[in-house]
Each structure stands twice: as C-alpha cells, then as structure tokens.
C-alpha cells in the first residue's frame, strides 16, 4: 500500500481540475458529501451511494474482558460501529491486481485428483503399450528364425508373401483390437484359427492400423474413466493369454500349411506327357489374361514346346539361363520341371547334360506381374519338399 | 436515506439542480474510486479512512461438503472510522 494519504482538500483540488469548479467551491462540496454521510449514519440512517457503496451502523455485542490495568474483569458494552460496504463496481476497480485468480477445489474427492487419476490409467496403458510393441518385435524376430528366411526386421516386416507373417501381423491387428474393446471376456479366442484359412491373404502389412490403433488407444481411453486396477488386472490376462496363443500357433500354423502343398502339388505330380499342348489355356491370351494365369496356376504344367536348349557346362546354372531366356532368375523352375527325366536333382546337374528350354506363356512370365514371381517360388517350395 | 434524498438534500444546500447535484456526486465518487484504486487512502478528518487492504489467500472448508477450496488473495476497500465519530457513535448507543 501506499503512503498517500488524501484529505478533503486534495480530493476536492483533484475535482477542481476536473469540473469547471473552483477549488473553494469543490472542497464545500466534498465536505458536504461527507457530512450528509455522517448525519445520516448518527442517526442511525444508512446512506447508500451509487457506484461507491453503503455506509451503515453495525452493532457490535457486548463482551467480558479484562481491565489492562488492574486485571479484574470487565464488560465492554455493546455499540454501533460504522460499517462501509463497497459497491461491486468499487470492489472489481480495487481489485484489478488480482482479478485473474480464481477459487481453487482442492481435496480428494475433487476435479484436481480426478485429473491425476485420469492421467495414472493413462500413463499405465502407454507402458502397456510398450509392452505390447516388445513382445510383437520379440514374436517377429522368432518367426523369422524359424522360417530360415532372411531376418525380418524387428520393425513389422515388409510385405515379403510367406504365410507365417502374412498371418502373425494378423494377430497383432486382431489383438489390439481386442485390448482397444477393453472388455475381453473371451481373452481365449485365439485368433490364429480365423487366418489360419487364408494363408495368402494381402500381405498388407498391419503397420498403420497398428500404429493408428496405438494412437487411438490414448484417446479413446482418457474417454474410458475406469479404475487403474481393474483396467491392469484385464490386460494381464489377455497379454497372458495372447502370448500362450502365440507360441501355441507357432506350431499350429506349422501343422497347418502341411495341407496346402499337398492342395497344390497334386497337378504337378501327374506326369508332365506331352500329350496334346498346352495350347489350350493359352489360346485365351492377351483379351484375359488374369484367367489364363489361374489356369496355369491350378493345371499340370506340361511343357511341350521349347524354344532352345542349353547345355550344362561347368559352373553353369539353371538360374542364370532362366535369367537368359525369360529375363529373371526365379522361372528356372520351369526350365527344371520341363527336364525332370533329365535332371534328378536341381542342386546336381550332370555336368554336360543337354537341357531343353521350354516356352513359357507371356503371361507366365511376365515381369511386371508379381504373381509370376511368387507363384514361381511357390513351385520352388514344392520341389523343395518333394 | 436513499441516493435519490441524498441527491435532494445536496441540490437544496448547495442551490443546483438535482441533475446538477447528481453529476457532481457521481465525478466526486469516480475520483474516489480511481484514488483508492491507485492504492491511495482517504482520509476524512473527524469521520474516518478509507484504506485498501490485503486479505491473504486461505484454505477454506465447505462445512456440509466438507470440499476444500483455496481462495485466492484480493485487495478490498476498508473503512475505518476515527476514535472521534466512534464516541459520538457511542452516545447513540443509548437509544438501542
């Protein structure tokens, strides 16, 4: 506070200065104002001025105390006290400073603790989260072990088609969603029997609905005001659960893809005659190609029309005349499938052995085409598990 | 006494307008309010002071909901009255 003290003569100079007044004049009108006020209060009269306030009397009850002096008791009677109650206008201008603070609940059972207890689910669920992420990168760091394949890397692998990670970035989707619901009472579905079916679906990898849905999971659960607890206790047990599925299908997944080549083999295991030709299928060439491809996938593949031969020199490799005659490495399978009688064993090709070079529908080769190179390769797996 | 007696009774003994009396009240009132809010004290000999003062920030407890709340510090208007208005107050007291 200030030291100012202002009297009635400097109020009145300050409303000189500003009415067309002299300062006479406007010290008899400030020492009025004020007289009104006290005449009024003495008798008993409360005045209330617009914009500034109220001055009224308040009494003040009488009460026992103590003579300073001698120690005995006393009363101090009761009386009027002056009372002032500033206008709400007064009141804001004054406190202008500290206009910008506002009461504060604080306490327990308040909005304050409700806050941290909604931040405590939050913070949990994000260490889940990173549970979560550890054991998926562990999973797919196994799988790729297993496979014999080149490492996948521990981020979610790129779309290389082989059934097992086509079906384990699956789970991982199919998982979160299940912690997303936050209400798994069947923790036990393992959803490793649904993509069982379909070992060549889109190997789109789960990537972004994964990441999305580890996003949308912090949202979404500030909107979920469910105890800590109980929220910790649910996601234990599917995280036990998913994770004994997870090594369970490992090698259900493995029982599993027996079947298929068995599926696929069986047009390949008649013998390649070469009855008619293959002229067939391939007749319907460039108005269809997608059929013509699928018959090709599902038939015997007889090769009865060639378009050269090699001869197997030392160092030589079907992989580089496949390479040579149909521009890519992987169709060499072919190359072998035509020559079975001749070659026994892909890996020991008689040295000096003459091999004929089939010819390969367009469409069977066909660069651009992805199929034909994974179908190649496919052909390769069933050669491998002959 | 209301504002509007007040303003009569100030019209009568200074010889204006009521309007007049009003309007000089009111810039009288405003200078007080701008005075106090520079954080100056006035003070009216014979009657009292009118001070700013702090009221500290305190932790105050709902009585029935038991919810505590922390309000925060402010400046208000005081008035203080002098020990002479306080015993011709004190006179009075007879009458109540």
């Known amino acids: 506070m200030t030291k100012d003290k202002l009297t009635i003569v400097d109020l009145a100079s300050l409303l000189s200065s500003k009415v067309e007044l002299s300062q006479k004049n406007s010290e008899e009108y400030v020492k009025l104002f004020f007289e009104l006020i006290e005449e009024a209060l003495l008798s008993k009269d409360q005045v209330k001025i617009k914009n500034l306030g109220t001055f009224k009397l308040g009494w003040i009850e009488s009460r026992k105390s103590v003579d300073v002096n001698t120690g005995e008791e006393i009363t101090i009677d009761g009386y009027f006290k002056t009372v002032f109650t500033p206008d709400a206008s007064l009141k804001d201008l004054v406190n202008a400073p500290f206009a910008h603070l506002e009461p504060v609940v604080l306490g327990e059972n308040t909005e304050a603790a409700a806050v941290e207890e909604e931040l405590a689910p939050l913070k949990t669920l994000n260490e889940q989260a990173d549970e979560i992420k550890s054991i998926l990168s562990a999973i797919h760091s196994m799988d790729a072990v297993e496979e014999s394949a080149p490492e996948t890397k521990t981020e979610i692998p790129a779309p290389e088609v082989s059934e097992e990670p086509a079906e384990t970035e699956h789970e991982p989707a199919e998982i979160e969603a299940e912690i997303e619901s936050e209400q798994e009472t069947e923790p036990g579905t393992e959803p490793g029997t649904e993509p069982e079916a379909e070992p060549e679906t889109e190997p789109e990898v789960v990537e972004t609905p994964l990441n999305t849905e580890l996003n949308e999971e912090k949202p979404s659960i500030e909107s979920v005001k469910k105890k800590s607890s109980a929220l910790y206790i649910w996601f234990l047990l599917i995280l036990i659960l998913a994770s004994a599925g997870f090594f369970f299908r490992n090698q259900l997944s493995e029982l599993f893809v027996a079947p298929d080549p068995v599926v696929v083999v069986e047009p390949v295991l008649v013998d390649t005659i070469p009855l008619d030709t293959m002229a067939a299928p391939i007749d319907t060439v460039a108005p269809q190609p997608v059929d013509s491809f699928l018959l090709w996938m599902g038939q015997n593949r007889k090769y009865t029309e060639f378009i050269g031969q090699e001869k197997m020199e030392n160092g030589n490799r079907l992989t580089l005349i496949s390479l040579k005659y149909y521009g890519a490495k992987e169709f060499w399978v072919y190359i072998y499938e035509a020559n079975k009688a001749e070659i026994p064993n892909f890996d020991r090709i008689p040295v000096g052995k003459v091999i004929q070079i089939p010819k390969l529908p367009a469409y069977v080769i066909d660069l651009k085409d992805a199929r034909c190179v994974e179908f190649a390769q496919t052909v390769f797996e069933h050669l491998k598990a002959k | ?96």
């Open chain 2, 1 to 96: 006494m209301t504002y509007k007696e007040l303003v009569d009774t100030f019209s009568s003994k200074m010889n204006v307008s009521s309007a007049n009396a009003d309007e000089m009240i009111q810039l009288l009132v405003k200078e007080i309010q701008s005075q106090l809010s520079d954080g100056k004290t006035i003070g009216i000999q014979g009657f009292g002071a009118l001070e700013l003062k702090k009221k500290e920030e305190r932790l105050s407890v709902h009585p029935a909901t038991q919810v505590r709340t922390l309000i925060p510090p402010k400046l208000v208007v005081n008035f203080k009255q002098s020990s002479l208005f306080k015993t011709k107050l004190k006179d009075l007291k007879a009458n109540d």
